[in-house]
């Protein structure tokens, strides 16, 4: 019912002809223009939809029922940013095909997140890995889409890397499982991976970069800074698996360095 609902959202608005109303504000000394328009709604819609709906699937998990769970929203975070990356997607393309290609993978994603967010609730279900796997997959290509999107913007560094700050943030509260670590913990680690991406989209802004070096870039800060923390709350981080995340980034850096001429 729920992925149905999320699916005929963009459907419907695409049929419906909204006014446009414009707004003007002032941001840290400058003026910023808001546009609000079918495409502004359906942005705003889908993800909180998606945020009410995965609260209602996961409240029906047998550990939140029995109160061993007491806080849901860090699990709302990744689904929602999957329908925040579709409805963006969905309001920049021009072709049907393309659009329903979108819609339909964009969909599958969003269901593979909720099924992943449900079994990764408790550590000792079935399938609890593969549910961590899927969502660490998904989580890493919604957020390499949300780079991209958001640099491609070319808007000013205080926007595109608050925007930034706030999807790495948000992406790593999801994956460090704040309710077993505990949240404050996984908070403040993942304030420091999202401040560390943030800067790093800070300092892109300032070379002539492609988005896709771009967003390849910002991945591989945010994919080794979640996965050292990962590493040292199980109390492997260790030379060796520095030297390895050092290896992946270098990769990292050679492929946005291919990709710097492709725009």
Known sequence: MLVALIALTPVALAVVELPTRSASISFLGSALSITLSTDSLLIVLMPVLTCAGVDWVLRSHPDVRAGEIPYLFPFWIAPAFAALTVSWLLTRITTWPLWIGVLLLGIVAIATLIFAEYV????YAPGYAVARLALTGVSYAIAFGLFT???????RSVITATLTTLVAFGLTLDLMSPHLIGLGTAATFSLVVGLLVGEANWALNYWNLSIWSAGVILLSVLYVMIGLAQQY??????????????????????????????R
């Not at 698996?241 to 990709?259: D, K, M, T």
């Open 120 to 123: 990764g609730l408790s550590p």
């Open 149 to 155: 999107l958001i640099y491609s913007s070319h808007e």
């Open 233 to 262: 709350f199980q109390d492997r981080l260790s030379r060796g698996v520095v030297i390895e995340f050092a290896i992946v980034a270098a990769i990292a850096v050679f492929i946005a360095w291919q990709l710097a001429g492709v």
